[in-house]
């Protein structure tokens, strides 16, 4: 009730804000500007959320009218980028939420991740409208945080009639808050989807006479350059393609080739082959992960965080990385532990690149390994599409 009646006086200065020349923005977060009907409300937070998500709108929308929303304008322009009607979403207050349904009258419901407003649910609920949330994520500080008010976050729970979480403890903590056992989908990751939509490059004895330093950081070439080299002396015919993450950096690293002595072609001349491809253009990561057997991946033997392992696991590659992976810890220790990728320092990789690339069957072993980690934690989402086509029901 007190955050019902809050919402009804902030609504008011609002709408007296945006009559006295608000901003567009304003007002369609305010639903003053009539969006058309869909079958389907689609709507993420902002750019993170909508592009992890992207496959299944794309999949709904081949059947189906989607409308988009999103909280920023970014994530709103974006979708509309990909040809979908998009909007910014109405605030959670009572009267842009009556206008708002009246006018796109959708039949199902659709949030991405871990937004659960209150007065959205009941209002979608007094209408009827199915609610469902798909890449559920719930750290234990929110689930602590929403314990405070059960009643509030059981109601909101219980209304939804389909559930797909990302990860199991995320599941376990919903259920806990009065998730409907009934309502809970496979888990999917919707991060990976797309990686996992890649079709997994066929392994030759040309890829396993590869190898590649992806997105790789200052400080990190000369030590690719060291492995490489040594390498060399074992498999005379081992090639290196060198993409670096910055190609403004291009003249720097070509610099660091001519001191070595080392021939070398660069992409961004037009170069192809050679026993070094410098590649330093945007956009042609894919090109390089299916050209390789074996991928270092940068910005982890400098202290960067290090770079998404997923890549290179839908290509199949055998996967080194450095020690400094913060910003993806669990994705490469759960590659780590299932033999898909190896973890080195700069000491070691000369090491580990001699070993693998001398023995190209562990290396194919090693690229299984890591594309079927990769299908296994991306997870299925043909389940969760068609129950998503059943709430919606037929389109229009």
């Given at each position: ?232 002396r074992h498999v005379p015919d081992l090639r290196l393609i060198l993409a670096i ?23 961004s001349e037009g170069g192809e082959g050679g026993d070094v491809l410098l590649a ?117």
């Amino acid at each position: 009730m007190i955050y019902r009646a809050t919402a009804h006086m902030l609504e008011a200065a609002l709408r007296l804000r945006a009559k006295a020349g608000g901003s567009d923005a304003l007002r369609q977060r305010l639903a003053l500007d009539a969006p058309g009907p869909a079958d389907i409300w689609f709507h993420g937070a902002s750019v993170g959320e909508l592009t992890s998500a992207r496959p299944i709108i794309e999949a709904l929308a081949r059947t189906h009218r989607i409308l988009v929303t999103a909280n920023s304008v970014t994530g709103r322009d974006m979708a509309a980028g990909w040809g979908m009607e998009a909007r910014l979403a109405p605030l959670d207050l009572p009267g842009a939420l009556a206008r708002f349904l009246a006018q796109v009258a959708p039949r199902l419901q659709v949030t991405v991740e871990s937004e659960f407003w209150p007065l959205r649910s009941q209002a979608l609920a007094d209408r009827g409208i199915a609610q469902a949330v798909i890449g559920a994520r719930l750290s234990q500080r929110s689930a602590s945080r929403w314990a405070r008010l059960p009643a509030l976050i059981g109601q909101v729970l219980g209304r939804l009639a389909a559930l797909s979480a990302q990860d199991p403890d995320s599941e376990a903590r919903l259920r806990s808050l009065g998730l409907p056992d009934g309502a809970v989908l496979p888990r999917l990751d919707l991060k990976l989807l797309t990686p996992a939509g890649i079709a997994p490059s066929e392994p030759s004895e040309a890829r396993d006479r590869v190898l590649l330093a992806a997105s790789t950081h200052e400080g990190e070439e000369a030590h690719v350059l060291d492995a490489w080299q040594q390498a060399r002396r074992h498999v005379p015919d081992l090639r290196l393609i060198l993409a670096i993450r910055h190609p403004q950096r291009g003249d720097e690293v070509a610099g660091l080739l001519r001191h070595r002595c080392i021939a070398f072609q660069r992409r961004s001349e037009g170069g192809e082959g050679g026993d070094v491809l410098l590649a330093d253009t945007l956009g042609e990561m894919d090109r390089w992960y299916a050209a390789a057997g074996l991928c270092f991946v940068g910005g982890s033997l400098t202290d960067r965080g290090g770079h998404t392992p997923w890549e290179p696991a839908a290509h199949g590659c055998a996967i080194l990385h450095g020690p400094h992976v913060g910003n993806f810890r669990d994705a490469y220790a759960v590659l780590d532990q299932a033999g898909g990728a190896k973890g080195t320092d700069a000491a070691s990789l000369p090491d580990h690149v001699i070993r693998l690339a001398g023995d190209p069957a562990q290396a194919r072993r090693m690229g299984r390994a890591a594309r079927q980690v990769l299908d296994d934690r991306a997870g299925d989402p043909a389940a969760l599409i068609a129950r998503l086509r059943e709430l919606a029901g037929p389109p229009r």
